[in-house]
């Protein structure tokens, strides 16, 4: 029994099998679930099946491995190495019938060769974490403290000819990095200061 790292993985409105086989760090699809997700009955699975393993070519990643079910158990399927899965794909033959029968099957065959097998892939890598916003309660001295800076400076500017405007972009930062929250409408820029930073983008 290999050492494996099953999943399952949502693609196309279907339920994939993705297996990593740990010492190779080697990535399988489950064969049956892809032929399943594309429209396949039993017995069109079974047959394109047993045409991928004795394929010169896509026999190459196909294994036979046994790997355990969440319901437990042991479950022994046939899964393909995602490097030659798009080629397995391609040679899947559709016939004039099948194409009348199932009229999706050309978009679902084109999806799942350019995309199936990195969505397989991207099952195991590392999942990125949303950052963590930390908010401490400020007391009551510094927010007194930030206040009185604030007027301070509001008292300045204005006595040097300053607009509201330019008070606000000045103020902003200074709360901000006390911890106090302030929304970009605190900050509103007059209609012609904003043609202009516009106009400087061009």
Same mark, same amino acid.
């Given at each position: 029994?290999?050492?494996?790292?099953?999943?399952?993985?949502?693609?196309?409105?279907?339920?994939?099998?993705?297996?990593?086989?740990?010492?190779?760090?080697?990535?399988?699809?489950?064969?049956?679930?892809?032929?399943?997700?594309?429209?396949?009955?039993?017995?069109?699975?079974?047959?394109?099946?047993?045409?991928?393993?004795?394929?010169?070519?896509?026999?190459?990643? !196909?294994?036979?491995?046994?790997?355990?079910? #969440? $319901?437990?158990?042991?479950? *022994? &399927?046939? +899964?393909?190495?995602?490097?030659? =899965?798009?080629?397995?794909?391609?040679?899947?033959?559709?016939?004039?019938?099948?194409?009348?029968?199932?009229?999706?099957?050309?978009?679902?065959?084109?999806?799942?060769?350019?995309?199936?097998?990195?969505?397989?892939?991207?099952?195991?890598?590392?999942?990125?974490?949303?950052?963590?916003?930390?908010?401490?309660?400020?007391?009551?001295?510094?927010?007194?403290? !930030?206040?009185?800076?604030?007027?301070?400076? #509001? $008292?300045?500017?204005?006595? *040097? &000819?300053? +607009?509201?405007?330019?008070?606000? =972009?000045?103020?902003?930062?200074?709360?901000?990095?006390?911890?106090?929250?302030?929304?970009?409408?605190?900050?509103?820029?007059?209609?012609?200061?904003?043609?202009?930073?516009?106009?400087?983008?061009?």
């Amino acid at each position: 029994m290999f050492d494996l790292t099953v999943k399952k993985v949502p693609f196309c409105g279907t339920e994939l099998l993705a297996v990593k086989e740990k010492e190779s760090g080697k990535i399988y699809a489950g064969v049956n679930p892809i032929l399943r997700g594309l429209g396949f009955d039993d017995r069109q699975v079974e047959y394109r099946r047993n045409k991928w393993i004795i394929d010169k070519s896509v026999s190459k990643g !196909v294994q036979k491995f046994s790997y355990p079910l #969440e $319901r437990g158990g042991i479950q *022994e &399927g046939y +899964c393909i190495d995602i490097m030659k =899965l798009p080629l397995a794909i391609a040679k899947l033959e559709i016939t004039p019938k099948m194409e009348i029968e199932m009229p999706e099957l050309a978009e679902k065959l084109e999806r799942y060769q350019d995309e199936c097998a990195d969505v397989l892939a991207a099952a195991f890598l590392p999942q990125e974490q949303a950052p963590v916003t930390y908010q401490y309660a400020l007391s009551a001295a510094t927010f007194e403290s !930030v206040a009185n800076l604030g007027r301070l400076i #509001e $008292r300045v500017m204005k006595a *040097e &000819g300053a +607009c509201p405007h330019e008070i606000a =972009l000045a103020l902003k930062p200074i709360f901000q990095q006390a911890g106090i929250d302030i929304r970009d409408c605190f900050v509103k820029l007059p209609a012609y200061e904003q043609l202009m930073l516009s106009g400087l983008n061009y």
